[in-house]
């Protein structure tokens, strides 16, 4: 975890004890998952995760393969249905993947995405669900999704 990783989780902390202490109980609106890589392979670890729909799903991405390898990962959440044009279009654009969150973030494809991370490097993004449904996470270094297959499922439960 780096320090700004480290100080927005501070803030978050802070948040919900301010929430806590000024209204009832109430369903959470915010989860925090945790999604990493393998480390002797190109995939995601978990593939699955199991959320129920909440307005702020906080993700933190951390790439945890074996630093020897110089792998970059991302995570992207792609919109449902557009998992492939969004595949396509990391391919087509021919973007060198240090640009893939400049050239992308405001992508309708993308509900949410991280830079590429060096092995080691983590990074928080915030998630908000348009409802519940299935969301494929995606890696879109070129090459890992549509040739090693690193996709998984962000399940939101109603
Ligand atoms: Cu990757």
Redesign the pocket.
């Known amino acids: 975890m780096n320090a700004r990783t480290a100080a927005r989780l501070l803030a978050l902390g802070l948040a919900l004890a301010g929430c806590a202490s000024s209204s009832a109980p109430e369903a959470p609106r915010e989860v925090l998952i945790r999604l990493g890589?393998e480390r002797l392979g190109?995939g995601f670890d978990p593939k699955e995760v199991h959320v129920p729909y909440v307005e702020t799903i906080r993700i933190i991405f951390r790439n945890d393969v074996d630093p020897t390898w110089d792998?970059?990962?991302?995570v992207a959440i792609a919109a449902p249905g557009r998992e492939d044009a969004l595949i396509a279009s990391v391919r087509n654009l021919g973007v060198h993947h240090l640009q893939l969150a400049e050239k992308l973030r405001d992508s309708p494809d993308v509900l949410a995405m991280t830079g590429a991370l060096a092995p080691g490097e983590s990074e928080t993004i915030d998630f908000h669900p348009p409802g519940p449904g299935s969301y494929q996470y995606i890696?879109l270094?070129p090459g890992?999704a549509e040739r090693m297959g690193?996709v998984g499922v962000l399940v939101v439960s109603d």
């Open positions: 890589t190109v792998m970059p990962h991302n890696c270094v890992h690193m």
